[in-house]
């Protein structure tokens, strides 16, 4: 299994302008060689490399940044294709889809940029790394970490890392090869109900609510709000101080929340069923002070976090169809939209049961999941007379 390991640097002053240097002279490169893949049609890596190769050698970049470059170009192509495709864009013909597709795709100075080991090597005793930058080879570079990420990163490192700069720091994202727990048979499974009021209730009783971050979301956005209307230069420091914040804060949540989840399906040798919720979205119609709080919610990285701390963990994890989870009694199985009498309440219109409308979802979720999963192990083969 893939995961990424955030460290960072702390280079030296000059050491801090040459990787400066060295991001925005590799994008500025790369805003060329978009440039004349647009004009070409696109053409394949091998064919690209042949038109922009040697003039990238010639501009100061070494061998392997000039292909790293290039190979970066073409995969922004081909991911502008694939969300054209998907529709992610709009509809042919729209604003967005147009200008997307009528101009070269442009790089930000301080994007990130792929190293490979042969422009970066590590020293993990020392702390140490030595980079290839366009002033030439930087070495012994410091970088630190946390004790879990500085381990993984010893153990279990490989392939490329990327170089990336962000409100003056620089960052180095490197790839890990974590070997996969096996996978257990499950004795049972606990269902997961996410949503904006509780975050996540699942069926064993743990229930994460979403309060607390509600409130602290409602008062970044007044404290944005205030700053942006004073225009000062000391507001506008403010403002990127604060950068993120919220971001950071939202996805530390979500770890925790997905490390409790899978930490008690493991103890009870569960598994652990959740919603398909992808495309929610595009699918739901709210009024408008309604939908800042519907995209804010961050169901999908929650989920992400389930799902690969559960696969390191060996705990099996199993999507459901969400339709009438909310609406369907977890006792006689009657649905009616009339059961969820409130946000929180769920009365049965059939038999009379009365729960918390999340609990009664997330044992709908666990039931699904456990026959998914039992329909999932059973022969699809003709038995043979």
Wanted: proline share 3%.
């Amino acid at each position: 299994m893939k995961i990424v390991v955030h460290v960072k640097l702390i280079p030296e002053a000059d050491q801090a302008a040459a990787l400066s240097a060295t991001l925005r002279a590799v994008n500025q490169a790369a805003d060329w060689v978009s440039v004349v893949a647009f004009e070409r049609g696109v053409p394949r890596e091998y064919e690209l490399r042949k038109h922009t190769y040697g003039a990238l050698r010639s501009q100061g970049l070494g061998a392997q940044a000039a292909q790293h470059t290039i190979k970066k170009v073409r995969d922004a192509y081909t991911a502008l294709k694939a969300n054209v495709k998907a529709g992610n864009l709009g509809k042919p013909g729209s604003r967005r889809r147009v200008k997307a597709e009528t101009k070269p795709i442009t790089f930000r100075p301080d994007a990130a940029h792929p190293y490979d080991d042969r422009c970066l090597s590590w020293q993990y005793e020392a702390q140490t790394v030595s980079i290839w930058t366009v002033a030439g080879r930087l070495k012994d570079v410091r970088f630190t970490g946390s004790a879990d990420a500085l381990a993984t990163l010893r153990e279990h490192r490989k392939g490329e890392a990327d170089l990336i700069e962000r409100d003056g720091e620089f960052y180095l994202i490197a790839t890990c090869e974590v070997p996969e727990a096996e996978i257990y048979e499950p004795d049972g499974f606990v269902g997961v109900d996410l949503g904006i009021v509780n975050i996540a209730t699942s069926s064993t009783g743990y229930q994460a609510a979403g309060r607390q971050l509600g409130r602290y979301r409602k008062r970044q956005i007044s404290l944005r709000a205030k700053l942006q209307k004073k225009r000062t230069q000391s507001a506008k420091r403010r403002l990127k101080e604060r950068s993120r914040r919220e971001q950071r804060h939202v996805r530390n949540t979500n770890h925790i929340i997905a490390k409790t989840i899978v930490t008690e399906a493991e103890r009870t040798s569960s598994g652990i069923a959740l919603e398909e919720l992808r495309g929610i979205r595009q699918r739901v119609r709210l009024r408008k002070p309604q939908r800042v709080t519907l995209h804010s919610w961050a169901f999908a990285q929650l989920g992400d976090f389930i799902v690969y701390k559960a696969r390191r963990a060996g705990v099996p994890v199993i999507f459901i169809d969400p339709a009438h989870t909310s609406q369907q009694c977890c006792e006689c199985g009657h649905i009616d939209k009339k059961n969820r009498a409130s946000q929180a309440l769920f009365t049965c219109r059939n038999c009379g049961v009365v729960a918390h409308a999340d609990r009664n979802a997330s044992r709908n979720i666990a039931r699904r999941g456990e026959a998914a999963w039992t329909a999932g192990r059973e022969s699809r083969v003709p038995a043979t007379s």
